[in-house]
């Protein structure tokens, strides 16, 4: 399995932008997809974003395509999510997964190995 370690996220106010990171280790990275999750409080955990593991391809929930983008640099082993005019409704822990099947995946068990998430907090 891969170790993931989110960071980046914190408390940010609405319209701002906010890049997460995401690095791991223990593996050659490249031969991974890489997907980032979001979950707040009493919910499921959502499917934000993906990339496959030469970065060349993408794959958004639609709700997100318009303000978030994912890219990954394999020579740091490490994926990003940039985000855009944050909402409230943005707030959550984002997570970072990672599979070796299909970068399309948008459900949580299409994903081998996850990471902790890092917080999110968007205020007015």
């Known amino acids: 399995q891969v170790e993931l370690v989110e960071s980046g996220g914190g408390l940010v106010q609405i319209g701002n932008s906010l890049t997460l990171s995401c690095v791991a280790s223990?593996?050659?990275?490249?031969?991974?997809?890489m997907a980032w999750f979001r979950q707040t409080p009493g919910k499921e955990r959502k499917f934000v974003a993906s990339?496959?593991?030469?970065?060349?391809?993408?794959y958004y929930s639609g709700f997100e395509s318009a303000r978030f983008t994912i890219s990954r640099d394999n020579t740091l082993n490490t994926v990003y999510l940039h985000m855009d005019t944050l909402k409230l409704e943005d707030t959550a822990v984002y997570y970072c997964?990672?599979?070796?099947?299909?970068?399309?995946?948008?459900?949580?068990?299409?994903?081998?190995?996850w990471g902790r998430g890092t917080q999110v907090t968007v205020s007015s």
């Open positions: 997964a990672a599979n070796t099947d299909d970068y399309t995946m948008t459900g949580v068990g299409g994903y081998d190995s």
């Open positions: 223990g593996v050659t990275f490249s031969n991974y997809n």
């Open positions: 990339i496959n593991g030469d970065g060349l391809s993408t």
